[in-house]
Nanobody, 119 residues
Framework: QVQLVESGGGLVQAGGSLRLSCVPS????????TGWFRQAPGKEREFVAT????????SYADSVKGRFTISRDNAKNMVYLQMNSLKPEETAVYYC????????????WGQGTQVTVSS
């Protein structure tokens, strides 16, 4: 089992920045991908970014490319999502998720952290 805890959400003005953190615990050695997803009120959950825990290769949704950066600190066993130039429509609950499959399948999820971007 893998447990995930997110932090770093909050209220920020449009154009501002936030950094989200995710701490995995449990069978962390089995994690291959850690991703960030978000769900806005009344909308489907959507992919934001992912990182291969072992190679560091990253992938982003087109909507956040150039503004968001996913990174990992293997020594601290943490994953981060740096979010810059935030937009009001990016207000959502942001979730950290983990995949232990080489083909990403996110079976483990955190509780989420609220990000609110004011206009």
């Amino acid at each position: 089992q893998v447990q995930l805890v997110e932090s770093g959400g909050g209220l920020v003005q449009a154009g501002g920045s936030l950094r989200l953190s995710c701490v995995p615990s449990g069978r962390t050695f089995s994690i291959i991908y850690t991703g960030w997803f978000r769900q806005a009120p009344g909308k489907e959950r959507e992919f934001v970014a992912t990182i291969n825990w072992r190679s560091g290769v990253t992938s982003y949704a087109d909507s956040v490319k150039g503004r968001f950066t996913i990174s990992r600190d293997n020594a601290k066993n943490m994953v981060y999502l740096q979010m810059n130039s935030l937009k009001p429509e990016e207000t959502a609950v942001y979730y950290c998720a983990a995949s232990i499959s080489s083909i990403p399948r996110y079976d483990y999820w955190g509780q989420g952290t609220q990000v609110t971007v004011s206009s």
